[in-house]
C-alpha cells in the first residue's frame, strides 16, 4: 500500500507560480513510479508529469513542458510539482499518483495503483 497527501493548492493569477507538494508513505520510495495528474470540470483525468520507478526517467505532457517542474526529495519521500507561467487552462484538481509496476503507458490513470485525495489550482486570467 502507498498512501498520498497533496497539499499546496490555491488561486493564483495567470502568470503566477504554485508548488504542490505530495507526500508518500507506505513502501520504498524509489520503488514505484510517482508523478501528476489534473482534471478539469467535464474533462477526463490526464497525465500532467512523472518520474518513473527505478531511476527510469521523468516526462511531462507536452502543454506544460517548460513551464512545470516536477522533483523530489527521497529523504523526506515527497514529490513537487513546480508550477509557473500558470495559465487559465492549467485550473484543474491535481492529483498526485503512484505505480506499482514499470509500464510504458505511464501517462494513462489505468496504470497507476494509489492516488491521493486531490488539490485544487485555480489560475484567474
Known amino acids: 500500500q502507498v498512501q498520498l497527501v497533496e497539499s499546496g493548492g490555491g488561486l493564483v493569477q495567470a502568470g503566477g507560480s504554485l508548488r504542490l507538494s505530495c507526500a508518500a508513505s507506505?513502501?520504498?520510495?524509489?520503488?514505484?513510479?510517482i508523478g501528476w495528474f489534473r482534471q478539469a470540470p467535464g474533462k477526463e483525468r490526464e497525465f500532467v508529469a512523472t518520474?518513473?520507478?527505478?531511476?527510469?526517467?521523468?516526462y511531462y505532457t507536452d502543454s506544460v513542458k517548460g513551464r512545470f517542474t516536477i522533483s523530489r526529495d527521497n529523504a523526506k519521500n515527497t514529490v513537487y510539482l513546480q508550477m509557473d507561467s500558470l495559465k487559465p487552462e492549467d485550473t484543474a484538481v491535481y492529483y498526485c499518483?503512484?505505480?506499482?509496476?514499470?509500464?510504458?503507458?505511464?501517462?494513462?490513470?489505468?496504470?497507476?495503483?494509489?492516488w491521493g485525495q486531490g488539490t485544487q489550482v485555480t489560475v484567474s486570467s
Open positions: 518520474f518513473l520507478r527505478s531511476g527510469g526517467g521523468i
Open positions: 507506505g513502501r520504498t520510495f524509489s520503488s514505484y513510479t
Open positions: 499518483a503512484a505505480g506499482l509496476e514499470w509500464s510504458p503507458f505511464y501517462y494513462r490513470v489505468s496504470a497507476h495503483d494509489f
